[in-house]
């Protein structure tokens, strides 16, 4: 029997372009973090990897997701922008309104409860 | 600008075990089809893809999506199996009330409307 299911949201724009629970995940660590490097290796990803889902999210949002500062002893920091950050906090709460909302799916597959 | 965004969503069971918008899709054209190897054919994927993805099915719902018969003139057909036509209709429906719910996440993107 699978372990209790989850449900996640995908916003899909088509030509591959997406935002999911991944790039979620990585702007949440950024914040916590303040660095995106930190962020990366928290999700076992390169710091490559991790700068190419940041310029996706600015294609997509026609914005940039992440400030960097270059400067000062101890290296730049990075910290996420206002469109970011509301865009977190939109879609874990999608998310939340899914999965209740997902009860009777859930329990159909027999593994709720 | 990125085409129109749709929501997707997937559950997940760990163990990389999950029923998104492809399993879906494969079950909805079994059912219009009646056949394996058309709804395969439809989707570009190998039948024997497609049927890695009805036995993955068969061991998240703990009982059969799909129902084959051997015989006849022609070959034979496949139909799905009450639990797959409800899992569908489970689906869409939640797949429908989190795109509408999710309108606040989409404006903020910039792509609604």
Known sequence: MPQQPVISIRIEFGDHLRIGPGKIRLLELIAQTGSISAAARQMDMSYRRA???????????????????????????????????????????????????????????????
């Open 51 to 113: 700068w190419l889902l940041i310029d996706e999210l600015k294609s997509i949002l026609n914005s940039p997701a992440v400030e960097t500062n270059a400067g000062g002893a101890g290296g730049g920091g990075a910290k996420l922008t206002g469109v970011a950050l509301a865009l977190i906090a939109h879609y874990r709460a999608l998310e939340t309104a899914t999965q209740s909302q997902g009860e009777s799916l859930l329990k159909l597959i027999g593994n709720a409860e």
